[in-house]
């Protein structure tokens, strides 16, 4: 058995929120997957993102998602950045 994940859940009067480490790949691709599930029933999300640039700035973008290809774009995406920062860090 491997060792638990480590997630944070924070609960506002508006949002749920989970924290993922960035390292655990694995599990932030099975959260993605939930969400494209989510979308291929008929729903569409939208899409809240914020990173560090690597001059510093904070960037933030917004984007609605309707389809699983789009689902699957946003996590080629999100695995760009990822390791972008690591290698930074």
């Excluded at 638990?4 to 929120?17: A, N």
């Excluded at 390292?23 to 008929?42: H, M, P, R, S, T």
Aim: hydrophobic content about 35%.
């Amino acid at each position: 058995m491997e060792d638990p994940r480590e997630i944070t859940v924070s609960i506002t009067d508006r949002f749920f929120t989970l924290d993922l480490p960035i390292e655990d790949e694995k599990l932030i691709g099975n959260v993605l997957l939930g969400l494209a599930q989510y979308v291929k029933e008929g729903s569409s999300i939208k899409v809240k993102e914020a990173y560090m640039t690597f001059s510093g700035t904070e960037e933030i973008m917004t984007k609605v998602i309707s389809t699983t290809q789009q689902v699957g774009e946003w996590g080629k995406e999100i695995s760009g950045l990822i390791s972008a920062i690591r290698k930074r860090g």
